[in-house]
């Protein structure tokens, strides 16, 4: 059992060379967004980019198109012609894909996020595709070694049921990793980490202002970002959910927590990353 400090974070994070370019730091895929819920996906975007991705690709709803490509000028952006996720995509020339936020949940989906499992690359799977997985929970074997998980406890319940205390909750959590061969992220106050060998990394940062729709969407996009960059599941995991909650913390210093908003997060996702390297 560990618990994060901003030494253990600083020793995990890379350092970037002279002749480094935008291919040394990964090809992220996103797939986001469905008809009204678009938001979650600019919001993954954009931290994503934060996060310090090479290059960042987001498949979404022709409706969405135009919102992407004008609130996320930097992503790239492919579509697939329902308002929800439904089609088999090509996925070799990624290192790395997030996928579920503002998903939906159609049968359509379901199949496409099934196709997307099977091609073994590591996944950051979150909020709808979480769901998805709880209703065909024989699915969780097709889950690609190096991901990561991202529940809520509400979606956590969904996918190994009740527990009695948050001893129950921690063990059960730890076993989802085993028998996944992932990373879980239980998010909430000290958010828990566990990992394949049954370690436990309990966070240090994050505070009440956090409690607002998107931030979860902020923290898929982080990790996505950092597991494109090469960073194992565990050390994206663990530096993302630090450097997810040390900006929330920094922004609430500065607009209090009553008024806290997810793209506050974005925003002082850089000075997160500053603080920690110096």
């Given at each position: 059992?560990?618990?994060?400090t901003?030494?253990?974070?600083?020793?995990?994070?890379?350092?970037?060379?002279?002749?480094?370019?935008?291919?040394?730091?990964?090809?992220?895929?996103?797939i986001?967004?469905?008809?009204?819920?678009?938001?979650?996906?600019?919001?993954s975007?954009?931290?994503?980019?934060?996060?310090?991705?090479?290059?960042?690709?987001?498949?979404?709803?022709?409706?969405?198109?135009?919102?992407?490509?004008?609130?996320?000028?930097e992503?790239?952006?492919s579509v697939?012609?329902?308002?929800?996720?439904?089609?088999?995509?090509?996925?070799?020339?990624?290192?790395?894909?997030?996928?579920g936020p503002?998903?939906?949940e159609s049968?359509?989906?379901a199949?496409?996020?099934?196709k997307?499992?099977?091609?073994?690359?590591?996944?950051?799977?979150?909020?709808?595709?979480l769901?998805?997985?709880?209703?065909?929970?024989?699915?969780?074997?097709?889950?690609?070694?190096?991901?990561?998980?991202?529940?809520?406890?509400k979606e956590?319940?969904?996918?190994?049921?009740?527990?009695?205390?948050d001893?129950?909750?921690?063990?059960?959590?730890?076993?989802?990793?085993?028998?996944?061969?992932?990373?879980?992220?239980?998010?909430?106050?000290?958010?828990?980490?566990?990992?394949?060998?049954e370690?436990v990394?309990f966070?240090?940062?994050?505070?009440?202002?956090?409690?607002t729709?998107?931030s979860?969407?902020?923290?898929?996009?982080?990790?996505t970002?950092?597991?494109?960059?090469?960073?194992?599941?565990?050390?994206?995991?663990?530096?993302?959910?630090?450097?997810?909650?040390?900006?929330?913390?920094?922004?609430?210093?500065e607009?209090?927590?009553?008024?806290?908003?997810?793209?506050?997060?974005?925003?002082?996702?850089p000075?997160?990353?500053?603080?920690?390297?110096?």
């Open positions: 059992y560990y618990y994060l901003k030494n253990s974070i600083r020793q995990r994070i890379r350092k970037r060379e002279k002749f480094d370019h935008k291919g040394t730091y990964g090809h992220a895929l996103m986001a967004g469905s008809f009204g819920k678009m938001g979650a996906c600019v919001l975007a954009r931290a994503c980019l934060r996060s310090g991705v090479g290059l960042l690709t987001v498949h979404v709803p022709r409706s969405g198109y135009t919102i992407i490509q004008t609130s996320v000028p992503a790239m952006a697939y012609e329902e308002d929800f996720f439904s089609d088999e995509l090509e996925v070799s020339g990624y290192v790395a894909i997030g996928v503002g998903l939906g049968n359509e989906t199949k496409a996020l099934l997307l499992m099977e091609k073994g690359k590591p996944l950051v799977i979150d909020a709808d595709a769901n998805l997985l709880a209703t065909n929970r024989e699915w969780i074997k097709q889950i690609p070694l190096g991901s990561i998980l991202t529940p809520h406890p956590f319940e969904r996918l190994v049921g009740t527990w009695k205390n001893f129950e909750r921690l063990e059960k959590q730890k076993q989802l990793s085993v028998d996944t061969k992932a990373v879980v992220i239980l998010k909430g106050a000290h958010s828990s980490i566990t990992s394949p060998d370690k990394y966070n240090s940062t994050g505070n009440p202002g956090m409690a729709g998107g979860g969407d902020v923290l898929t996009g982080i990790l970002g950092l597991l494109a960059q090469g960073y194992s599941a565990t050390d994206a995991a663990i530096v993302g959910v630090y450097l997810h909650g040390l900006s929330g913390d920094m922004a609430a210093r607009k209090g927590q009553h008024s806290l908003i997810a793209s506050d997060l974005i925003d002082f996702l000075a997160a990353f500053k603080s920690v390297a110096n």
